[in-house]
């Protein structure tokens, strides 16, 4: 027997409101529990899941503070300079910890350009890139610290999260010519030092915070390993703002 027009409408407005109970239940989701960071009073930790783990695990706790022990002392001694720089007064400390090649750290970069770009006024950002995915993430974050050393690390790093990165001569020289950036200087920059105290620094941070994959999210003093929801991360900025 046919439908009627009323029925359909009936039937397609139930369909949507079932449809919609997942997001209407990500939108009021509690924030996971937090939990004290030993050894570093003030900050707390929580687990969010949608984290993209390196390959190999086994031996990685070595293998992260290889080579940079001064660093990981230098994060002890003052973990919140270390994680966030200098805030600006009166907003919200966040570092973001990311890798081009993790689908996780792409599901939550749409917000957290969105607080970088227009929400200047309650949030200072600071990007971290922890390239934990093989060779062609170590590339493209050496791309975006040497875009930075000329004032445009987040149009790249934006572009490198949104299409597949080619570490070609022919892809980089493209890619800075499209953020206004010296092409040479930024081919030149990926292997300087500068890149490499960065990429150093990143890896210390993920040593003492026992940051195991991307992405990682530090919004005031709450640490949130795997991709949070909007409504939670909002949650968190907010809460952070008033404590």
Known sequence: MALSRRSLLLAAGAAAAVLGVPRALRHFAPLPPAEPIPGLPGFRRIESGGITLPPALAGMEGSTSAGIGAEIAAVRRDPAAALFGAPRPGTVPVAVFTDV?????RQIEPLLLDWAENRQDRASMAWHELPLLGPTSESAARAA???GLQGGYLPVHARLMQSRFRPSPAYLRDLAQAAGLDADRMAADMQGPEVEAALRHARALAH????PGTPALAIGRTLAIGALGDAQM???LSRAATA
């Open 208 to 211: 003492v915070f026992a940051i």
């Open 234 to 236: 909002n949650r968190l």
């Open 145 to 147: 610290l040497a875009a």
């Open 101 to 105: 090649n993790c689908p996780n750290c």
